[in-house]
Nanobody, 124 residues
Framework: QVQLGESGGGLVQAGDSLRLSCAASGRTFSSYGWVRQAPGKEREFVADISRSSGLTSYADSVKGRFTISRDNAKSTVYLRMNSLKPEDTAVYYC???????????????????WGRGTQVTVSS
């Protein structure tokens, strides 16, 4: 059974940092992505990373503040979030595509597997 499980969310103040983790099981994925959804808004791409090469891509809104990384031995992907802002408040989902190969997948509909999400709340 394919599973993606997120952890690490919480309530922080503006300017603080958090690290999210996502553990994958059940199959090997070509890449991983983080997608977030704020209340009343559509899901929004945050970052993705190639499992093999480590190539990454980021949404403009998080470039320079967020860093995605992976540990293939642990089948885990991370999202380090620095200088958090109230507008970063959202449920953060780990996602993975069913296809092979890496190219930046910056649209939520490009992902086939999803975790349940972890809440990140940033107070001002």
């Amino acid at each position: 059974q394919v599973q993606l499980g997120e952890s690490g969310g919480g309530l922080v103040q503006a300017g603080d940092s958090l690290r999210l983790s996502c553990a994958a099981s059940g199959r090997t994925f070509s890449s991983y992505g983080w997608v977030r959804q704020a209340p009343g808004k559509e899901r929004e791409f945050v970052a993705d990373i190639s499992r093999s090469s480590g190539l990454t891509s980021y949404a403009d809104s998080v470039k320079g503040r967020f860093t995605i990384s992976r540990d293939n031995a642990k089948s885990t992907v991370y999202l380090r979030m620095n200088s958090l802002k109230p507008e970063d408040t959202a449920v953060y989902y780990c996602a993975a595509p069913g296809g092979l190969g890496y190219f930046p997948r910056q649209q939520p509909h490009e992902y086939d597997y999803w975790g349940r999400g972890t809440q990140v709340t940033v107070s001002s």
